[in-house]
Structures are given as C-alpha cells and as structure tokens.
C-alpha cells in the first residue's frame, strides 16, 4: 500500500483546507484511514479515522466539530476537510492505513505541510 498526501498549504486563522490522500494497492475498500500530524517538538497527534464499511469515523477531542474524514472508495482517497483552523493547527499531517483486524498503521504517507497564520 502507497499513500500519497496533498493539500497542505498556508491558510489564515478561521479559514479552511482540505487534505486528500491517494492511496494505491490492493484491497485498500477494506482498509481503515487515518489522519494524524506532527508539530515541531510535539509527539505525533491521532486526529481522525474512517473505517471501512460500514464508514464510521472517531475524532480526536482537538479536532472534533472543526475536521471531517471522508473517504472515496472509488477513488480510493481519502479527505480531510479542516474548518475553523487555528494557529495550533500548524503541523505536518499525514495519513495511515491499517488492515482489517489491526490496531496499528504500517502504512504512511509522505506527509504535508499546514501553517496557520493569525
């Protein structure tokens, strides 16, 4: 499984993005994704998750209200919508992929960068 993320960028306070991650392989419909992130200094942050079917999703407490995950099968992407960012929000942010059955993700993507300025 190869996990490509794109949509970073620099946004202002109170503005929005939305990150997509393209993921290629095989089997990827039965596979849970996540967003996570990682600011200078900080341990790398759970944000969000979206399972396979049925697409329930969990939200970190963060994020919870401002971020969406969504996925495509079809297309296999994934999305994360960010509302209401804050300067907090600044970090790298990347996206995983586990296996049905696991807890873990043995798959990441490259990772993207989002600055929020205020």
């Known amino acids: 499984v190869q996990l490509q993320a794109s949509g970073g960028g620099l946004a202002q306070a109170g503005g929005s993005l939305r990150l997509s991650c393209a993921a290629s392989g095989r089997g990827l419909s039965f596979y849970a994704m996540g967003w996570f992130r990682q600011a200078p200094g900080k341990e790398r942050e759970f944000l969000a998750l979206?399972?396979?079917?049925?697409?329930?999703?969990d939200y970190a407490d963060s994020v919870k209200g401002r971020f969406t995950i969504s996925r495509d099968n079809a297309k296999n992407t994934v999305y994360l919508q960010m509302n209401s960012l804050k300067s907090e929000d600044t970090a790298v942010y990347y996206c995983a992929a586990r296996g049905p059955g696991t807890s873990d993700f043995p798959f990441w993507g490259q990772g993207t960068q989002v600055t929020v300025s205020s």
């Open positions: 979206v399972r396979y079917s049925p697409s329930s999703t």
